[in-house]
């Protein structure tokens, strides 16, 4: 009896170690797991910063997207930067990919209130922010009141169009360091490579299509402080101005140390100067633009 009561104690005691082993063990494996869970969300969040888009929540696109997948897309809005096709009337026109063979034209609807003025260059590209619907011409017409003449419009007939909220010339850093004088006072919407960044709120951008063009220089205005690197393709959306230090100082309320102050005012002292509303990074070209989203 002593013997089988001891071995029954000894039992007990092995269980409740052994218990006590595995219930260490559990919660060893959760506490690692919280660590790589916050670790990767450390990596992850940096990169999804509200103010990494021009549009937070629209989808940048294709053209071809747009033209293939029209019914996924009607009544969402999408940002998509294309060439202009043809001018059909004063608030609408279309834009295709001139790079794909026998691509369709999607219709653009000048929504926005103000006059756009379209690029007469053949490569000059736009960006059209704005809702995909198919092109019904008595809704459009009842909506906006545009005077669309049906004889003309009738081939677009439930065809897709962007009903734009948004319309910005679109060219490379390259265009606008060649002829900036084109572009002042406009907002704009910039392709190009980060060439260098030179501070929190500043970088310049080149075009690798560009051969022999000067680098652009952006000042980031009122955004938060987002991950940018050297080589990174990215969009930008903002006003071009000539560059003058103390003006751009007193106007945005930026400041520099004095070493940059000189730099900026010895290299791109009236040169252009992009004032970014927005910036984000490029990861797809093909007819339009695909971007990266929160």
């Excluded at 990767?40 to 997948?69: F, H, K, S, W, Y």
């Excluded at 102050?261 to 509303?277: F, G």
């Amino acid at each position: 009896m002593f013997k089988r009561k001891n071995t029954n104690s000894e039992a007990q005691v092995i269980a409740s170690a052994i218990s006590h082993s595995e219930t260490s063990e559990r919660n060893r494996v959760l506490q690692l797991s919280a660590v790589v869970g916050l670790s990767l969300m450390a990596l992850v969040l940096p990169a999804c910063t509200p103010g990494d888009t021009a549009r937070d929540g629209d989808a940048q696109i294709t053209t071809e997207e747009v033209t293939q997948d029209t019914q996924q897309l009607i009544g969402q809005t999408v940002t998509v930067r294309s060439d202009v096709d043809d001018q059909i009337g004063p608030n609408t026109f279309t834009i295709s990919d001139s790079g794909l063979f026998g691509a369709d034209p999607i219709v653009v609807v000048n929504a926005t209130g103000t006059p756009f003025v379209l690029p007469t260059d053949i490569d000059a590209d736009v960006q059209v922010t704005g809702e995909v619907q198919r092109f019904v011409l008595a809704d459009i017409e009842r909506q906006y009141n545009l005077g669309l003449d049906p004889a003309v419009y009738g081939e677009y007939e439930n065809e897709p169009v962007i009903i734009a909220q948004s319309l910005a010339l679109a060219p490379r850093a390259g265009d606008i360091t060649d002829n900036p004088e084109r572009y002042y006072g406009q907002t704009i919407a910039v392709q190009g490579e980060i060439d260098e960044v030179m501070a929190n709120n500043s970088f310049t951008l080149q075009d690798g299509a560009w051969i022999g063009g000067q680098d652009l220089l952006v000042l980031k205005v009122g955004q938060p402080t987002t991950a940018i690197q050297d080589g990174q393709e990215v969009v930008v959306t903002g006003e071009l101005r000539p560059m003058n230090v103390a003006e751009i100082q007193r106007d945005y309320n930026v400041t520099w140390d004095g070493e940059m102050q000189q730099r900026l005012e010895a290299e791109y002292q009236n040169r252009p100067v992009l004032i970014a509303e927005a910036t984000y990074p490029l990861t797809q070209q093909n007819g339009g633009t695909r971007t990266t989203t929160p």
